[in-house]
């Protein structure tokens, strides 16, 4: 069957379509039925239907590969590696379940994973898969104030977490921002289990903290079964920001999830079991939830965990990798190529890759000259993927399981089996029939499988802001430009809203501006995202001092910067801090007071500002032009 064939019974017999899917994961009780929209927009999935995911990433494989590897994990950071067969992994995952079950833990609480890329973040997941509960994982590069708020929001019974990380070489301690959090929440964690790596020294809260080693050692022979949960039941949530402050509980499914990973794993990326994924995301970010976790897993494959950095002892350490463990299939994103690319390519002939057959990559846009020198470099297809935290998998790509297609250098793809992609005109609301128009990339229910249900505990906002934001359409918006050329490839142009992206990073700027506005010397600012070579975008904040004197003189101007950045690093983590703080006297506002962002942003990149006909003061403008060249 051909692609479009393919695509054009996924959208128009939906229920024929994904019960085929759906017989790629293991189900205790059948589905009876398949796509429930009765209730738009939150489609359901496979009702009826029980099954689990840990049941179909880890134990569904014990029969016929249960002493293959499962799970690799390896660190330059601690120079150590360790491989887990499928037996070994459901044994330890048996052993954290019923860690956590001992600490109160049952189907439906929440567990907050802030754990950096070690083995035992993967086995409280699937741990909490396992048992029903609801994992969190917030990403460890997060630091206390934005900790504490997804604490608060996802109200966990329990926390894991560990002493520390470790980045280039540097240990990051974890307990103390995590203690910070909980100070700061409102909502306390009855319980926080600790994996301790030896890595730096942490205090206890008697009452509260407890050491995994001993427990695990308690349960070394506990079995705990899989509960068996309703397809529509909860198996995560995953924070991701938007254009509040206040960032967004995505709410994922268990059974659609499964199904929509399997279908992925045969039709997109060609993952076979016996076969090696080393997909370099982590596990703090959907991609790694999707593609470092469940998706290898469920497809019976042995599954890389990375802790480390891509060009750390030097630039060939994913190859030797790759050599090492006879990786297939790898994912990660074009900044981390970007990266690589500032290297010798020597290092891409050190190491003997043949055994790859795909490189994909995603989060963020692919810029030509990248996907060609990595396509020259590796001599295997290169294959840009687009998604969202929101999707869980991907939305356009080419599904080379289907039918071989070309890719074009800039293109994702086209839409992915079960998305409905439209183009609409962002105020008019009309849909943009011919090639090349730009307008906002939507999807029309019912969302496919693994699609996100709602916002966690928030329906209400799950509606307002996806699904009511272009007049006149009940649409989900991606809050992402695109355009579509004649052969129905798309091309993604950028965010419409205030998210940006670092290094393949999802950050809200109002988050950023709230945290540089806690600052006792600031009086406004605005944060705009900066194109920039290697991580795609930077964050730039322009911020309006309460005393002018302050940032007279040039010492003065970089202290405060300084202390600014020291803010952002302690309240949201080091990955949102801004690349520079630039002083102004006055932001590009509206006369009605609305921030010129897109004029901002303009200015920044050398580029025309536009209609500036409601600005208030056009000086603002002029300022930041001479704070650049200054
Ligand atoms: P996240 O939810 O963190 O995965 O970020 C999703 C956003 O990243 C999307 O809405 C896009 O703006 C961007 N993005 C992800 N993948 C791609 C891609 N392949 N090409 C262009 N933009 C992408």
Same mark, same amino acid.
């Given at each position: 069957? *051909? ?25 205790? !009780? ?55 067969? #499928? ?79 470790? /980045? ?6 974890? %307990? &103390?921002? $995590?203690?910070?959090?909980? /100070? ?22 008697? *009452? ?9 050692? %308690? ?9 068996? $949960? ?21 709410? /994922? ?17 060609? *993952? ?18 999707? #593609? ?13 965990? #990375? ?102 250098? *800039? ?18 609301? !009309? ?29 209400? /906002? ?97 202290? $405060? ?56 003061? &056009?000086?603002?403008?002029? !300022? ?7």
């Amino acid at each position: 069957m *051909g692609y479009a064939e393919f695509y054009r019974r996924s959208v128009e017999e939906p229920d024929a379509f994904w019960a085929e899917q759906a017989r790629l994961v293991d189900w205790k !009780q059948p589905p009876q039925r398949i796509c429930d929209d009765s209730r738009p927009p939150f489609t359901r999935w496979f009702g009826g239907g029980t099954t689990n995911l840990c049941h179909n990433a880890v134990d569904r494989h014990l029969q016929a590969r249960g002493d293959q590897p499962a799970l690799i994990t390896i660190s330059t950071e601690t120079d150590t590696e360790r491989t887990y067969t #499928y037996r070994e992994l459901h044994a330890e995952v048996q052993r954290t379940a019923a860690v956590l079950r001992e600490l109160g833990v049952g189907r439906g609480d929440r567990v907050l994973v802030y754990m950096p890329m070690v083995a035992d973040a993967v086995f409280a997941m699937l741990a909490c898969a396992r048992i029903g509960a609801i994992h969190s994982v917030v990403f460890g590069g997060f630091a206390s104030v934005s900790l504490a708020s997804r604490i608060d929001d996802a109200r966990p019974k329990v926390i894991v977490s560990a002493d520390a990380g470790s /980045r280039g070489g540097r240990v990051v301690p974890y %307990k &103390p921002l $995590l203690d910070e959090a909980i /100070r700061l929440a409102s909502h306390k964690p009855s319980a926080v289990l600790l994996a301790d790596r030896g890595l730096a020294p942490m205090e206890r809260v008697p *009452g509260r903290d407890l050491d995994w080693a001993p427990l695990r050692e %308690k349960h070394l022979h506990t079995e705990v079964p899989c509960e068996w $949960l309703d397809a529509s039941e909860v198996s995560y949530t995953l924070y991701t920001s938007g254009t509040t402050g206040q960032p967004k509980g995505v709410q /994922r499914d268990v059974g659609g999830y499964a199904v929509a990973l399997a279908a992925s794993m045969k039709h997109i990326f060609q *993952g076979e079991a016996g076969q090696t994924f080393f997909c370099a995301s982590d596990i703090g970010w959907v991609v790694g939830h999707s #593609y470092i976790v469940y998706g290898p897993l469920i497809a019976g494959m042995a599954t890389v965990l #990375y802790e480390g950095l891509p060009i750390r002892p030097d630039a060939a350490i994913w190859w030797s990798i790759v050599e090492k463990h006879r990786v297939s299939l790898m994912f990660t994103s074009p900044t981390a190529v970007r990266v690589l690319k500032k290297h010798d390519p020597s290092h891409l002939k050190k190491h003997d890759v043949s055994t790859l057959r795909g490189l994909f990559l995603a989060g963020e846009p692919l810029d030509e000259p990248t996907a060609r020198w990595i396509s020259d470099a590796l001599g295997v297809p290169i294959i840009d993927n687009y998604w969202q935290t929101e999707s869980g998998w991907p939305i356009l790509t080419i599904a080379n399981g289907v039918e071989k297609k070309p890719s074009k250098f *800039g293109s994702p793809g086209v839409p992915m089996y079960g998305y409905r992609i439209k183009l609409l005109h962002e105020s008019t609301g !009309q849909e943009l029939t011919g090639a090349d128009e730009k307008g906002v990339v939507v999807i029309e229910g019912p969302t496919p499988p693994g699609f996100m249900q709602t916002v966690w505990g928030d329906d209400e /906002r799950y509606v307002r802001t996806y699904w009511e934001s272009i007049p006149g359409q009940h649409v989900y918006s991606t809050f992402d430009w695109g355009i579509r050329d004649q052969d129905g490839y798309y091309y993604i142009l950028g965010r419409t809203d205030d998210v940006i992206n670092v290094a393949g990073h999802r950050l809200g700027t109002r988050e950023i501006e709230e945290s540089i506005s806690s600052h006792p010397a600031v009086a406004e600012v605005a944060v705009v995202g900066v194109a920039d070579q290697v991580k795609g975008q930077v964050a730039m904040a322009f911020v309006v001092p309460r005393d002018q004197g302050a940032v007279a003189d040039p010492q003065g101007a970089l202290k $405060l910067e300084g202390d600014i950045m020291k803010v952002v690093d302690q309240q949201l983590g080091a990955v949102a801090r801004p690349s520079r703080v630039r002083f102004v006297s006055l932001l590009p506002k509206t006369r009605s007071g609305k921030l010129l962002r897109r004029a901002i942003q303009a200015v920044c990149e050398g580029r025309d500002p536009g209609d500036l006909t409601t600005i208030e003061d &056009p000086t603002a403008l002029q !300022q930041i032009k001479d704070q650049l060249n200054a």
